[in-house]
């Protein structure tokens, strides 16, 4: 018979295993980056972040279906802000944590959640609120789920649907960085250029690096730059730099960086995750404030990068007007909540019906007011994230 486990950690199942579950163009579900995050000390104890991955097993103990968790005591890192709620629970004298995420740590990216063929997925999913090993949570949430996994939530009433919105970058059929300018607005694309001149007489060095190219000298600096983006706003990193170290030599083909150099001397760099279709930029930091440096290195030298690279999609991580008006375009995002008191499950359910239709809204504003000329080549195709 198949069952349902919880782990506290990924060690306990093969990397092999893992990973054959997982779809393209998904880096950040990889065993070797999971698994980075608890083996470095960015989640488990004095963090909130409990390793409790969810796994279905067959009879043999093969793995059939997964989901990567977390047990929760707040909600930082998560890009999906439910701090509202959990305010108005706490009032009511009402538990919101522990609860328990799905999701990446710290990284708002689309993709599956519950990993696994379809009939698989679908049984782990019926399963998961009613096993005992997640009744002392207050709440089950997902975050950024992908279209196929939509579908299987969308099945199960148990779940409610959040939306949000996010920007990224298609390719349009550009060969070189003009090509996608030259579908700008003149008003978009002059201030681009602007922006990009203004920034040359920097003296700045651009220069792209793969993980694997990275010695230990230049991995501290990097993460110092990493780090140093935290310390000026009087916070501590979420990320370590044995995190840093550990992707770079478990993933060097995976790992991107582009790093911001003058007179060779490293002062920022942008971190990017490059996966089957699609270029990810997470991290970025610097130990000089230059104006306009991070448009340039998370943003416009992302766009050369993913032409150069054949790359179909940019994703360039949260937030979002500075993207839109420089050609990222508009797209939903989901997460799937459910919650154990009924009157707060019924509280939420509502608030999401009014917010499902303003973010709509947004949606389409924001539609049009991206600098896209319109008719610009294959401008409606839309994103599988």
């Not at 796994?55 to 279906?65: F, H, I, N, S």
């Not at 501590?236 to 030599?249: G, N």
């Not at 992302?302 to 179909?312: C, L, V």
Request: with cysteine.
């Amino acid at each position: 018979m198949t069952t349902l486990r919880r782990i506290d950690s990924l060690d306990t199942i093969a990397a092999a295993d893992w990973d054959a579950l997982l779809p393209p163009d998904q880096p950040f579900l990889a065993h070797a980056f999971l698994s980075a995050l608890e083996q470095t000390g960015c989640v488990g104890a004095g963090t909130g972040w409990l390793s409790a991955h969810a796994v279905w097993q067959r009879p043999d103990g093969t793995l059939a279906a997964a989901m990567p968790g977390w047990l929760k005591q707040h909600s930082r890192g998560e890009y999906v802000f439910d701090q509202d709620w959990a305010e108005a629970s706490l009032r009511a004298g009402l538990p919101y944590y522990p609860k328990w995420l799905s999701a990446v740590p710290f990284s708002p990216v689309t993709g599956p959640r519950v990993l696994g063929a379809e009939e698989d997925a679908r049984a782990l999913l019926a399963a998961l609120p009613v096993h005992a090993d997640w009744h002392g949570v207050a709440g089950l949430h997902v975050n950024f789920t992908n279209a196929g996994n939509d579908s299987l939530f969308a099945a199960d009433p148990r779940w409610l649907h959040r939306h949000d919105c996010q920007f990224r970058w298609q390719q349009r059929g550009y060969a070189h960085f003009d090509d996608f300018l030259a579908q700008l607005t003149a008003d978009r694309r002059k201030k681009i250029r602007q922006e990009r001149k203004r920034l040359a007489a920097a003296g700045l060095d651009y220069v792209w690096r793969q993980g694997g190219d990275c010695d230990a000298a230049l991995r501290a600096g990097i993460y110092a730059c990493y780090a140093n983006t935290y310390h000026v706003r009087g916070q501590h990193p979420y990320l370590t730099s044995a995190f840093f170290d550990r992707i770079f030599q478990t993933m060097p083909d995976v790992v991107r960086v582009l790093c911001v150099e003058r007179a060779g001397e490293l002062i920022a760099m942008a971190l990017f995750l490059a996966g089957s279709e699609t270029l990810y930029g997470r991290y970025w930091g610097a130990l000089e404030d230059v104006p306009l440096l991070h448009f340039e290195a998370c943003l416009y030298q992302g766009i050369e990068h993913a032409i150069a690279g054949g790359f179909r999609y940019f994703d360039a991580g949260a937030q979002g007007e500075h993207k839109l008006i420089r050609g990222f375009e508009p797209v939903l995002t989901s997460s799937w909540h459910l919650l154990r008191h009924r009157g707060l499950h019924a509280a939420v359910e509502d608030f999401l019906q009014r917010e499902r239709a303003g973010v709509a809204g947004y949606l389409q504003a924001a539609g049009t007011a991206c600098p896209l000329k319109a008719g610009s080549p294959g401008q409606h195709e839309k994103s599988p994230h």
